[in-house]
């Protein structure tokens, strides 16, 4: 694969400038394979859930515990391994999340109990929890001037994967049963192999002093300025978070909603999960370079509200047009996976590490908790009334108004470096 530079990948003698300015389209697409078999190992878990609720006898409380401890270990440790990284980047740590993905999943599939399958997932949170910002960093190192389509290529690697999950459950879990998580060994071993690919060459990028100094520019910030930046991070999460209780209720227990309302098969079921999720990562991939064009903000704004009317409709139809809603809403939805990484990127330049980890990881860990606030509504008032409210949550997208501009991120960025 060609790159932008006459040397194909960067190394450790490629010149500081080459690595800036040029887009490693070699890179990119080998991170995205691996973001591709790290999340399908993670689809895993919500694609086990029908098999364990039947064969452990669990109630949807106890699944959406399940997911809630899975989302809660990435969540808590990919900011901090991204703060430590941020600091002291470390190349190593690549194939060794994957190491402890490939653990989690033998426990997974020779798990006999219900807190074994809580302690496997724990393995499978840490090696997400190990790659997502490290793989996003290395993804801003091989952007070049590309960050918006060098950002949906790495996460649409992860949209795809976790688009895997529906197929997963018709194809291996429900012919095998929990035993069929084995077969992902395979995909971890993969993932090894390219890891330690792309470690090597994020450790030769690494050598160039220039990229160093470029990473560790201490900016001035006033108070005033801070206060604005924080409030724009906040906001950005809460609007992570919507999106992300939205797809954990689709996620987690869409199919049931399927199965008790219009007597749709589990296995059939999963089918209409997997157009929504593959529209997903359509939509991923496309996020980006339209931000590139239209902004970031009217990215996020537009996969909100734009997605509403379609999450609405959802609940009360099935059939034919149920697939096109789900697809449609699929692509509008996830268009901002991507944009809403790069705008915190914009927005606390230098810290791609933290960042990356806040939004990928704490964000979709708080979504861990919307997943087991659900599974309790449910018990509660039953699924029906619970999946009709959560398709009104894109409606929240309204408060990207009060995010900052692209303008007025760039103006930021500009006054902070003295340009």
């Known amino acids: 694969m060609q790159t932008g530079t006459n040397h194909g990948i960067a190394s450790k003698t490629s010149a500081p400038s080459q690595i800036a300015s040029s887009t490693t389209f070699r890179i990119l697409f080998a991170v995205s394979i691996v973001h591709l078999c790290n999340d399908m190992m993670q689809s895993v878990i919500p694609a086990m859930f029908p098999i364990l609720k039947s064969e452990l006898d669990l109630s949807y409380r106890q699944v959406g515990f399940i997911f809630f401890i899975f989302q809660l270990t990435a969540s808590i440790m990919q900011p901090v391994v991204g703060i430590f990284t941020d600091k002291r980047p470390f190349p190593g740590l690549l194939p060794l999340g994957m190491v402890s993905s490939l653990i989690g999943i033998v426990l997974l599939a020779f798990a006999p109990s219900y807190v074994l399958i809580l302690f496997a997932v724990i393995f499978i949170g840490l090696g997400s929890a190990a790659f997502h910002p ?52 395979g995909i971890a071993a993969i993932g090894i192999f390219v890891q330690l690919y792309v470690a090597k060459w994020y450790r030769g990028v690494l050598q160039s002093s220039q990229v160093r100094k470029k990473s560790t520019i201490k900016r001035s910030i006033s108070p005033q300025r801070k206060k604005a930046i924080t409030f724009a991070m906040v906001l950005l999460l809460f609007l992570v978070l919507f999106r992300s209780w939205y797809g954990a209720a689709i996620s987690t227990y869409y199919a049931f909603y399927l199965n008790e309302t219009f007597g749709v098969l589990i296995e059939d079921a999963q089918m209409y999960l997997f157009v929504y999720l593959v529209a997903g990562a359509v939509g991923t991939f496309i996020g ?78 708080l979504g861990g908790v919307g997943a087991l606030a659900i599974g309790d509504m449910i018990e509660t008032f039953t699924i029906a009334p619970i999946m009709k409210l959560a398709g009104y949550l894109p409606l929240l997208g309204v408060l990207t108004f009060l995010l900052p501009s692209d303008r007025k991120l760039v103006s930021w960025t500009e006054e902070a470096q003295g340009e």
């Open 134 to 185: 490290e793989g996003s960093r290395v993804s801003h190192l091989a952007a070049g001037g590309r960050k918006g389509m060098a950002q949906s290529i790495f996460q649409v690697g992860g949209n795809t994967g976790s688009a895997m999950g529906p197929i997963i459950t018709k194809w291996i879990l429900l012919p095998l049963g929990q035993f069929g998580a084995i077969w992902f060994t």
């Open 288 to 365: 980006g370079p339209l931000a590139d064009v239209f902004g970031k903000r009217n990215v996020i704004f537009f996969s909100m509200l734009g997605a509403a009317p379609l999450s609405i409709a959802i609940p009360y139809v099935d059939g034919p047009l149920l697939l096109v809603l789900l697809a449609l809403n699929g692509i509008i939805m996830m268009s901002s996976f991507s944009v809403t990484v790069i705008y915190a990127q914009a927005l606390v330049p230098g810290k791609i590490g933290m960042v990356s980890g806040l939004v990928t990881g704490l964000a979709f860990g």
